[in-house]
């Protein structure tokens, strides 16, 4: 017997106001549905940080974040793993928190960790984190990834900076500006078009991701091979986490599907142009991506069911498909 079409009315109704208010609980939204990144709780002063002045330094990162996935990458193309230590924390879905694999300053959480650190108790604890501890001192240095990259990049390192003093200053210009257009547009629009509250919102947000990768593709495609000139910079460590994530999350999940990537050739080359380089495999964790964006987003995703996507290989090669290959 079919469902009476006014049950169906009425259940897409409540549905859509409940649907809001639990997207209001996931990420704040403006007076006309445009999804507001809140402002990272600590991001002050890390200029005037002195690397060596901390006392045993540590990055806590997650798996599934692209704003820590930046400072993993940077931490591991430069080599510092003998300078700074790592904590890959693992998300709690059913508690909404991030969990420690082992216990740091005696706290087992990382809200316990934002706590003890002075932290605004109101607001998540977010990776990722900057930390510095030793004997029991817990300073908590910055969780502002776009701040603390620059602090990362003159950190004491195997391998050189990325933007060293003397790099010239076009391409230092360029790479600032691209990583401004890139985080407004790009890694923030990715967000904006899954958090949206409206088809208009959806669109503005779905238009400036789009035109930005466009411009991107005609950037690269004249003068490639990086961002930036013929080395990598910034800019490109703030691309590789969202355009990695693309098919496996973005794509499906957050709307963003007006063109596949694989349309942008430039793009797609240097997507696996920088998979490449030492370092950034071990730094990529593509079930774990669909497991924790697809099962806790509930208000995106309800059934929590976690499709498969397809293999990471095959989004690394060298050259694009030609579009009928890229089904799972």
Do not use: K
């Not at 007076?31 to 507001?36: C, L």
């Not at 692209?66 to 990458?73: D, F, G, I, Q």
């Not at 495609?221 to 973005?250: C, N």
């Amino acid at each position: 017997m079919p469902v009476p079409a006014p049950l169906v009315a009425t259940a897409r109704h409540l549905w859509h106001c409940q649907w809001q208010r639990l997207m209001d609980g996931l990420a704040a939204a403006g007076p006309e549905g445009d999804f507001r990144r809140q402002p990272a709780q600590f991001s002050d002063g890390l200029a005037a940080i002195d690397p060596q002045a901390l006392v045993e330094p540590r990055l806590v990162v997650g798996r599934s974040c692209p704003w820590a996935h930046r400072l993993w990458l940077l931490r591991s193309l430069r080599g510092m793993e003998a300078s700074l230590a790592l904590t890959v924390a693992e998300p709690d879905p059913i508690g909404g928190r991030w969990v420690l694999p082992e216990p740091l300053q005696g706290c087992r959480t990382l809200a316990q960790l934002y706590r003890q650190g002075g932290g605004d108790r109101r607001r998540r604890a977010t990776v990722p984190l900057l930390l510095s501890g030793g004997g029991g001192d817990l300073r908590l240095i910055g969780n502002d990834s776009a701040a603390l990259l620059p602090l990362l990049d003159r950190w004491p390192a195997a391998r050189p900076p990325l933007e060293p003093p003397q790099r010239p200053a076009a391409e230092r210009e360029l790479s600032s500006h691209w990583a401004q257009r890139l985080q407004d547009h790009v890694n923030d629009g990715v967000y904006r078009c899954g958090f949206a509250r409206n088809q208009a919102a959806y669109t503005r947000a779905a238009t400036a991701l789009f035109t930005t990768l466009e411009a991107l593709e005609q950037h690269l495609a004249a003068a490639g091979p990086w961002i930036a000139g013929d080395h990598p910079s910034l800019a490109d460590v703030r691309l590789f986490p969202t355009l990695i994530r693309w098919e496996a999350v973005y794509a499906p999940l957050f709307g963003c599907s007006r063109r596949p990537l694989w349309s942008f050739p430039a793009l797609w080359q240097w997507r696996a142009r920088f998979h490449a380089l030492p370092g950034v495999a071990g730094t990529c964790w593509p079930v774990a991506w669909r497991r924790d964006y697809f099962g806790a987003l509930f208000p995106l995703h309800p059934s929590g069911l976690v499709p498969e996507g397809p293999d990471l290989a095959r989004l690394v090669a060298a050259q694009p498909p030609d579009g009928t290959t890229m089904a799972p």
